[in-house]
């Protein structure tokens, strides 16, 4: 976000930061009180091994390239345009051969996937309470 606690914010004039060390795997977020919103960007050949969100349903766009997801066993490639719906505490794994960026959404608030809160999020009277940490 560009200035902490505006409403108003712009990732054009940022780096982003890289989720899992070595995996390839970067984004930028930004989020509220409920839900985070994040862009993902899958470097060619990129990896997330099986792991699952216990406290966080997540939505997935994909908005280009592709990327191979298992959830809960059954795998799809996913093309821009698709969507895939990851409910609380289910396993999934994500593998892009040729790289993709999507745009995912997060409920509540995963707080390993902000940055600098400060920065990152907009928090009105419950202060982030609902937010998670891993």
Not at 23 to 39: D, F
Not at 59 to 76: D, H, Y
Not at 92 to 104: A, D
Request: aromatic share 6%.
């Amino acid at each position: 976000m560009t200035d902490a606690g505006s409403p108003y914010a712009s990732w054009t004039d940022r780096d982003p930061f890289t989720i899992r060390a070595g995996s390839g795997v970067s984004l930028h977020s930004a989020g509220g009180e409920q839900v985070l919103l994040c862009r993902v960007v899958y470097e060619p050949g990129a990896t997330v091994a099986l792991h699952a969100h216990p406290e966080a349903e997540q939505v997935m766009f994909v908005a280009e390239g592709e990327v191979e997801m298992t959830i809960a066993g059954e795998t799809r490639v996913l093309r821009a345009g698709d969507v895939a719906v990851v409910t609380r505490g289910l396993e999934h794994e994500l593998r892009s051969g040729p790289g993709c960026t999507f745009f995912e959404a997060l409920a509540p608030v995963p707080l390993d996937h902000v940055e600098d809160p400060e920065r990152d999020l907009v928090l009105g009277p419950d202060g982030g309470a609902g937010h998670v940490q891993r």
